[in-house]
């Protein structure tokens, strides 16, 4: 079983910078994805970023590319969600996820079997 704890959220201005983390107990195989989901209010889960444990190989969503970056910390057992230049638009709560198996789409929402509980994050303008 994973068990996966999000923080960093909070209230900030357009153009800010938040650093979101994501604890993880336990990696359902080797070299294994943790991914990072938003959702903002009446819309569909959105896939934002993943990294894998071992050869940190990194993938942006659309909504992520040229602001957010995605990184993990091994000895902490840590993913971070680093986020520039927020914009209105990235309001949402956001989760982050692991999948039971290597997943085919790394970007698929429904490849990913463990959840965090989620954290706001409201950015105004």
């Known amino acids: 079983q994973v068990q996966l704890v999000e923080s960093g959220g909070g209230s900030v201005e357009a153009g800010a910078s938040l650093r979101l983390s994501c604890e993880a107990s336990?990696?359902?195989?080797?070299?294994?994805?943790v991914g990072w989901f938003r959702q903002a209010a009446g819309k569909e889960r959105e896939f934002v970023a993943a990294?894998?444990?071992?050869?940190?190989?990194?993938w942006l969503g659309d909504s992520a590319r040229g602001r957010f970056t995605i990184s993990r910390d091994n000895a902490k057992n840590t993913v971070y969600l680093h986020m520039n230049n927020l914009k209105p638009e990235d309001t949402a709560v956001y989760y982050c996820?692991?999948?039971?198996?290597?997943?085919?789409?790394?970007?698929?929402?429904?490849?990913?079997?463990?959840w965090g509980q989620g954290t706001q994050v409201t950015v105004s303008s």
């Open positions: 990294i894998r444990w071992i050869s940190n190989s990194p």
């Open positions: 336990g990696r359902p195989y080797s070299d294994s994805v």
């Open positions: 996820a692991a999948p039971a198996t290597d997943p085919a789409r790394i970007w698929a929402r429904e490849e990913y079997d463990y």
